[in-house]
């Protein structure tokens, strides 16, 4: 893999920074709203936040090692391993969290916060996404086209998270709130093992 063009990995680098100081707002409003609210939704969502901050923090080191062959390889598997393994214990945190909450029937308050900020994300981090999987495809980096792949999930992630949150207001159904949290472990799941497979493979 020859090392990209300066101009694509400086690209690369704004657009990380972009989602740092996104993720950073949304990490900080989700978990307060949510600890507040006693949404695992909103927590959870939280900390996957914050596991996209690892996760861009990883990339920062990737784009940084494009222009040495062998640093740009350890850099492509070890930053595939730090995501896998960030996601594995979301989606362990996140089961124990929503098992609890159903079996207690608990019932998370409302947060307009919250659902801001999930409404916000559902937004913003589909244009994220696109950007940085274009550069990611144009520099031919796995890693990198995973990271992307995170931002664009996170969409998914806070559509989820805001359908429970919003079902709790509306109609009353407190088992929607912990029930979108078991979609994100499965998602987790399904993410972390991937990415630890890609890390094995490269």
């Known amino acids: 893999m020859p090392p990209a ?3 694509l990995v400086h ?3 704004r657009l990380n920074y972009l989602t740092i100081g996104y993720n950073v707002v949304e990490a900080i409003v989700a978990l307060v709203a949510g600890s507040a609210a006693g949404s695992v939704a909103l927590v959870g969502f939280g900390i996957d936040s ?8 990883a990339a920062q080191w990737r784009l940084r090692a494009d222009g ?4 740009r390889e350890r850099a ?7 995501i896998g393994v960030a996601f594995l214990a979301l989606a362990g945190y996140v089961a124990i969290d929503a098992s609890v909450a159903l079996w207690t029937h608990e019932a998370p308050g409302g ?3 919250g659902a801001a ?8 981090m589909p244009l994220l996404a696109r950007a940085k999987r274009r550069v990611a495809v144009a520099m031919g980096s796995s890693a990198l086209v995973a990271e992307a792949m995170q931002t664009s999930l996170c969409a998914w992630l806070s559509a989820i998270a805001l359908a429970g949150v919003a079902l709790n ?16 472990v499965a998602y987790g799941l399904r993410e972390g093992v991937h990415a630890l497979r890609e890390s094995r493979a490269t």
């Open 169 to 184: 207001a509306t109609l009353g159904w407190w088992w929607a709130d912990p029930l979108s949290g078991f979609v994100i």
């Open 117 to 124: 900020i999930l409404a916000l994300s559902v937004v913003v």
């Open 11 to 13: 690209r690369g680098l």
């Open 76 to 82: 492509e598997r070890l930053t595939h391993r730090a």
């Open 68 to 71: 040495d062959a062998a640093r």
């Open 111 to 113: 947060s307009a916060l």
């Open 50 to 57: 914050t596991i996209e901050l690892a996760a861009s923090g």
């Open 5 to 7: 063009p300066a101009a």
